[in-house]
């Protein structure tokens, strides 16, 4: 999964989990900024009550019909004020007042309500009726002042607090998901710059590009630098290798050519014994061998060097046939099956026909090799969904260990082959071959399971 994808998705569920924490959190603490907002407002209309009752006395309150107690209710029973006289307090005609807010059912014109009451007991002045009155004219008298809001208020404005919070919420969480995707898109635009432009499809140092990335981000530039340095060195060391295998190659031919001319040579000698003859041919045998590696070798760096041509157009069915028939007598000497099917036909553009018809010899030359005695190769070609081609070389052999596919292709690894009678190694037949698919732009792979054979793929870009 790329760096962005996850970002993006560390960053929606990172919100995701913020909403659900939100709609958690949110309720009771919307409950209690309601239920406090509540208060405040019984507090700010008792302050108000009493201004008025200071303003107006408390006589404009006090109905004698209604036994001294005063009521008044909104038209929908929503909020409602009372001022209901009380006994006088034990100890004196004055006291301490007292407040409370507490939430009980009232009964308000026929009808059961839930309400939030604010209750203020404190001495409020009368005018007099008689011996005993102040010096200013009233007489303090305890009385009880209730303002009541109903809870059916109270849990409209909690619902519509708890609305609004829950969808600033989500709103908030979607913006900061897309705004965070296209700031993660535009920092990480120089490092998906680095993938695309300089490491994808890279096959050699050769290929890679040290034009600098125009990017301020500290960490992108030494990446950049790092890997800049990095495949200097590694263009370096390949070149080195290269160089001294071609040398090495070419100063190695000329000696085993001189040694050949001298064991046949002494092999017409007469008079040579016939031990010695045996020793001289199986020394051939093993010259021999080491005269293939060496021109292996010398193949190899001849094609990393690029010094064959890529200017003609192949057809791959007909190189595999050719190919087919030049294997004809091997197959048949150990009663392999062949079935060759391309449908349709491919034409490598800007091909080197020698080179590959050195590439499927070494693959038509392993599915023999490796293939049991009766057995079928099937060799498979078919477009890619890309635009290009595979084409598939299949044996029914014992199969490659999992763990040594890995290696394969590696140059000298040998290992030994699945099968009691199976071949040991693979020699340089297969880095050949993967040499040649890397000089014509394409890739070849291995695909085996143990018992049932394996398949070379190779790949043609569209």
Not at 232 to 250: A, G, I, P, Y
Not at 440 to 446: G, M, N, P, S, V
């Amino acid at each position: 999964m790329r760096l962005e994808t996850k970002l993006g998705l560390f960053n929606g569920l990172s919100k995701l989990l913020l909403v659900v924490l939100g709609a958690l959190i949110i309720p009771p603490v919307v409950q209690r900024v309601a239920i406090a907002h509540t208060d405040q407002r019984l507090h700010d209309k008792k302050r108000e009550l009493l201004r008025f009752i200071d303003r107006d006395g408390l006589t404009n309150f006090l109905r004698v019909e209604q036994n001294e107690s005063y009521a008044d209710y909104n038209i929908l029973k929503q909020e409602y004020i009372t001022i209901t006289p009380l006994p006088a307090y034990p100890a004196g005609p004055e006291g301490a007042a007292t407040e409370r807010i507490f939430e009980e059912p009232r009964q308000v014109d026929q009808e059961v309500e839930d309400f939030r009451i604010l209750s203020y007991v404190a001495p409020l002045r009368v005018p007099p009726a008689g011996p005993g009155g102040t010096a200013d004219g009233s007489t303090p008298r305890r009385f009880r002042l209730e303002i009541g809001s109903s809870l059916a208020t109270v849990e409209l404005l909690t619902d519509t607090l708890r609305r609004l919070a829950l969808w600033v919420l989500v709103l908030g969480a979607v913006l900061t998901v897309f705004t965070d995707a296209a700031f993660a898109h535009y920092l990480l635009g120089p490092l998906r710059e680095l993938i695309s432009r300089k490491l994808r499809g890279i096959r050699q140092p050769g290929e890679f590009s040290f034009e600098r990335l125009d990017t301020d981000t500290t960490d992108f530039r030494r990446l950049d630098d790092s890997l800049s340095a990095l495949m200097r060195d590694l263009q370096t060391s390949f070149e080195k290798e290269r160089e001294f295998m071609s040398n090495v190659s070419h100063e190695l031919l000329t000696p085993t050519s001189i040694l050949q001319s001298r064991f046949e040579n002494m092999l017409q000698d007469s008079t040579l014994p016939e031990p010695h003859a045996q020793q001289i041919v199986e020394s051939q045998r093993t010259l021999y061998r080491l005269r293939n590696t060496v021109r292996t070798l010398l193949l190899i760096a001849n094609i990393e060097n690029e010094q064959y041509l890529r200017n003609e157009s192949v057809s791959l069915t007909q190189v595999t046939h050719d190919v087919a028939e030049e294997l004809d007598d091997r197959r048949q000497q150990r009663d392999i099956g062949l079935a060759i099917d391309l449908a349709p036909d491919y034409v490598v553009r800007r091909a080197n026909t020698t080179l590959l018809h050195t590439l499927l010899r070494n693959l038509l030359s392993n599915a023999i090799k490796y293939n049991h005695e009766g057995g079928q190769i099937r060799i498979v070609g078919r477009p890619t969904p890309n635009g290009g081609y595979a084409l598939r070389v299949e044996d029914e052999g014992p199969g490659i260990a999992a763990k040594n596919l890995p290696h394969l292709f590696d140059r000298f690894r040998r290992f030994h082959a699945t099968g009691p009678s199976a071949p040991e190694g693979y020699g340089l037949g297969l880095p050949i071959a993967q040499t040649i698919a890397t000089f014509h732009k394409a890739t070849l792979r291995a695909e085996s399971e143990l018992g049932r054979g394996t398949a070379f793929v190779l790949e043609f870009e569209g």
